[in-house]
């Protein structure tokens, strides 16, 4: 059976004109518009987020001079703190300056004595028992220049004694503790906490 359009009538050939057109744009807008548009969409959207991007690199790169600024001056006061608390304990260095001050103030150390150090969360306090032997106005210049020094030294527990045969240089003796501090290179442990097993011992 053949089946021409030619012998349909004018208003059926326009009807299945307009049905196949119709099909036509359907399959169109299914295999290739839709699908166009969703790539282009994505496109976009990709585009939109790589343009954030950009703009949020330039962002840190136009800040960068002020971070590199930051950073050189957080190094340089990590760096004076470190002079103020050391990473290290030197008993030599610290008598060292301590013997310096002592014969510029006029004063004799005696004894020099570093006890054991205290642990505390982020230092470690380092008593120094000190005996020293001088003249009243020259142990309070001895320890107006400790105070001065770059490195933190408390003194605490003086014990001061007259001579009972004083000379114009030597009038008394003191004792004292000067303790300085010491920065840890990691935190102590917080206090309870347990310490973790070596090992299983066996039965």
């Known amino acids: 059976m053949n089946i021409s359009l030619t012998r349909l009538p004018w208003w059926g050939q326009i009807g299945a004109f ?29 585009l939109t987020a790589l343009k954030a991007d950009i703009i949020k690199g330039q962002s840190t790169a136009r ?10 001056e957080l190094e340089t006061r990590l760096a004076s703190l470190k002079a103020v608390l050391p990473e ?29 150090a205290v642990t505390k969360q982020l230092h470690a306090e380092w008593p120094i028992t000190l005996e020293l032997d001088g003249t009243y106005h020259n142990l309070a210049i001895f320890f107006d220049r400790v105070g001065k020094f770059t490195r933190i030294v408390n003194i605490n527990s003086l014990a001061v004694k007259g001579k009972e045969k004083p000379t114009p240089t030597s009038t008394i003796t003191a004792s004292c503790v000067a303790t300085t501090f010491v920065l840890l290179d990691k935190p102590a442990a917080k206090a309870g906490a347990k310490p973790a097993a070596a090992g299983n011992k066996g039965a």
Do not use: H
């Open 18 to 46: 307009a049905v196949l057109a119709v099909v036509g744009c359907g399959l169109f807008w299914w295999y290739i518009e839709s699908p166009a548009r969703a790539e282009m969409a994505s496109r976009e959207t990709q």
């Open 63 to 72: 800040k960068l001079p002020e971070f590199r600024s930051q950073v050189a």
């Open 88 to 116: 290290e304990k030197d008993a030599a260095d610290l008598l060292n300056r301590m013997q310096t001050v002592a014969a510029q103030s006029n004063l004799t150390i005696k004894s020099f004595k570093p006890g054991a």
